[in-house]
């Protein structure tokens, strides 16, 4: 039985197998079988057995910042956007902001991070996540990081 059906914003549909990697054997033909009824339903089917890492990782770690404790000010928002600007690295866009904030720099890295997570920034989920990773505004606001999922 499929895990997850997914509406589209064009209006079509995707229903998403979520196995862990070691249990994929065995299951091809349940697969098959469930990718020939979403055919027969227009709908686009995908198996999905975890990220690769290191976006795995970097995702549970932003996902610290997902409470609502870290989350800024709607009146900080555009401050922290600011200091981004078209992009830069945590440290510096932490250090830009705390200055025009006149906030501590913990309490603004966890903003940020929030904002990461969220979607309002952009960072790169590729690469190790350290203070030196890029940072910028997202292109559109999003209220989950995106992730490029192969179907």
Not at 11 to 25: I, K
Not at 31 to 41: G, H, I, V
Not at 130 to 147: D, F, V, Y
Request: hydrophobic residues 45%.
């Amino acid at each position: 039985m499929p895990d997850f059906f997914l509406r589209l914003r064009e209006g079509g549909g995707r229903v998403v197998d979520v196995r862990h990697p070691d249990l994929l054997a065995g299951e091809e033909r349940q697969f098959s079988l469930t990718r020939e009824l979403c055919q027969q339903a227009g709908w686009e089917y995908e198996v999905f057995s975890g990220m690769a890492e290191p976006a795995a990782s970097n995702l549970r770690w932003l996902s610290g910042y997902r409470l609502h404790r870290y989350a800024p000010a709607s009146t900080i928002v555009p401050a922290i956007i600011e200091a981004v600007g078209s992009g830069i690295s945590v440290s510096a866009g932490v250090r830009r902001a705390s200055r025009m904030l006149r906030l501590e720099p913990s309490t603004v890295q966890a903003h940020l991070l929030h904002l990461a997570f969220i979607g309002v920034l952009q960072v790169g989920l590729d690469e190790h996540l350290s203070m030196e990773t890029w940072i910028a505004p997202a292109r559109e606001k999003s209220p989950m990081p995106r992730l490029a999922v192969a179907s």
